[in-house]
């Protein structure tokens, strides 16, 4: 295994443009997850995908937030019109099934200015 | 909902010594897993050991077990022959056995520092 692979590692941008980040899971890893944690605080559920269908959202998962993962394989996240609120590590997990432990990303470190 | 509470912000041990890290968790289910994550300064977060809240015989990986209370809703750490790398963020999370509940829990985390 390679390890679930995130990009970037970092991203500054400025209030109210667009972002949007990249996980590419270990292969043959069917469920894929997206977390959100800031500072202080364990991760918080956001998303995640089973093959390409994406099955769950989190109601912090605002309509600025959008998740694919168009071929069951990568899956990006975009934020709309950034907020300083946003700013936060996102977290990429993937796993082989519903009951396998869930492996992460680095994660994508987004600051806001 | 489900709720994981870590109730110790921060912990220290000293090389070579034994820590235990706390970890209380509410649910009204009866099968779920239960972990503990470790997440190194910018570095990822790695899988320590996992629970099946079915199993009543307490997880084991190495230097690092659990001590798992049901009914107690209790799941700690602990971590013998401390060692420099094990500083670190430990996360206890909680996860619903249900086929289409993937929504894994976290505390708020426990900061553990070694000392030489």
């Known amino acids: 295994d390679t390890g679930v692979s995130q990009d970037p590692r970092h991203k500054i941008t400025k209030r109210g443009q667009n972002v949007t980040f990249r996980c590419d899971p270990i292969s043959e890893h069917n469920r894929l997850y997206w977390y959100r944690q800031t500072l202080g605080q364990g991760p918080e559920f956001l998303t995640y995908?089973?093959?390409?269908?994406?099955?769950?959202k989190s109601r912090l998962l605002s309509d600025r937030f959008s998740a694919e993962r168009p071929k069951g394989s990568f899956s990006t996240l975009e934020i709309q019109r950034t907020e300083q609120g946003d700013s936060a590590m996102y977290l990429c997990?993937?796993?082989?099934?519903?009951?396998?432990?869930?492996?992460f990303g680095d994660g994508t470190r987004l600051s806001i200015l | 909902a489900q709720t994981v509470t870590q109730s110790q912000p921060e912990m220290s041990v000293q090389e070579a010594e034994t820590v235990t890290l706390s970890c209380t968790y509410d649910t009204s289910e009866s099968d779920y897993y239960l972990f503990w994550y470790k997440q190194p300064p910018s570095r990822q977060m790695i899988l320590v050991i996992r629970q099946e809240a079915y199993k009543q015989q307490n997880a084991t990986e190495n230097r690092f077990s659990v001590n798992f209370q049901k009914a107690a809703k209790s799941f700690s750490l602990k971590i013998s022959d401390s060692q420099l790398g094990d500083a670190a963020m430990y996360f206890c999370a909680y996860r619903s056995a249900l086929y289409n509940n993937n929504d894994m829990r976290f505390g708020a985390g426990t900061r553990l520092t070694v000392k030489p």
């Open positions: 997990a993937s796993s082989r099934d519903s009951n396998q432990p869930q492996h």
């Open positions: 995908f089973q093959n390409e269908a994406q099955l769950e």
